[in-house]
T-cell receptor, first 113, second 112 residues
Framework: GAGVSQTPSNKVTEKGKYVELRCDPI?????LYWYRQSLGQGPEFLIY????????DSGLPNDRFFAVRPEGSVSTLKIQRTERGDSAVYLC???????????FGPGTRLTVL | GESVGLHLPTLSVQEGDNSIINCAYS??????FIWYKQESGKGPQFIID?????DKRQGQRVTVLLNKTVKHLSLQIAATQPGDSAVYFC???????????FGAGTTVTVRA
């Protein structure tokens, strides 16, 4: 079956712009996670959804970052007023339960010029 | 005394040899550990996991060792192949937790 997909694969934007990153989890997976991976480092947790609600958004770096999952499936990570320091690979993962194995998507590489 | 493997950011290994990748973790409350493989342009891929009530677990060509006393985790890859070239990350989470904490990665390069 299909794995986790993320679009776009690459996004180049200018400082100050707004961007949206999309994640399609594995069908039926109720848990969805966003991580951010800076160059040369391991992924860092951003936010966790169980169903439609954000159960834990403690990893979001500031209020420019926001994520939604309105129907409990697709999720969108939104970044306002992008800064150069936001440049990273944004990874999405899903699992069939909160403690279950997390399956990662290929990520969206965001570059802020 | 017991030796603790050092974490090295890069590892070069001859094809056919065994590889050992080390990871130190900091949270004593962590009870679940996972090794991931990440190839260029892809997301992390699950390799093998281990719970804190075990000290060794074997998979296909891979073995994970857990030493809770010194909070150390290692991944052994037998008969390393060119397709094993990637960045390897260890990750941990606590009992009942859902978010993973990743360690620093090790870039493995397999020489033909």
């Amino acid at each position: 079956g299909a794995g986790v997909s993320q679009t776009p694969s690459n996004k180049v934007t200018e400082k100050g712009k707004y961007v949206e990153l999309r994640c399609d989890p594995i069908s039926g997976h109720t848990a969805l996670y966003w991580y951010r991976q800076s160059l040369g480092q391991g992924p860092e947790f951003l936010i966790y959804f169980q169903g439609t609600g954000a159960a834990d958004d403690s990893g979001l770096p500031n209020d420019r970052f926001f994520a939604v999952r309105p129907e409990g499936s697709v999720s969108t990570l939104k970044i306002q007023r992008t800064e150069r320091g936001d440049s990273a690979v944004y990874l999405c993962a899903s699992s069939d339960r909160p403690s279950g194995e997390q399956f990662f998507g290929p990520g969206t590489r965001l570059t802020v010029l | 005394g017991e030796s603790v493997g050092l974490h090295l950011p890069t590892l070069s290994v001859q094809e056919g040899d065994n590889s050992i990748i080390n990871c130190a973790y900091s949270n004593s409350a962590s009870d679940y550990f996972i090794w991931y493989k990440q190839e260029s342009g892809k997301g992390p891929q699950f390799i093998i996991d281990i719970r804190s009530n075990m000290d060794k677990r074997q998979g296909q060509r891979v073995t994970v060792l857990l030493n809770k006393t010194v909070k150390h985790l290692s991944l052994q890859i037998a008969a390393t192949q060119p397709g094993d070239s990637a960045v390897y990350f260890c990750a941990e989470k606590g009992a009942g937790d859902y978010k993973l904490s990743f360690g620093a990665g090790t870039t493995v390069t397999v020489r033909a």
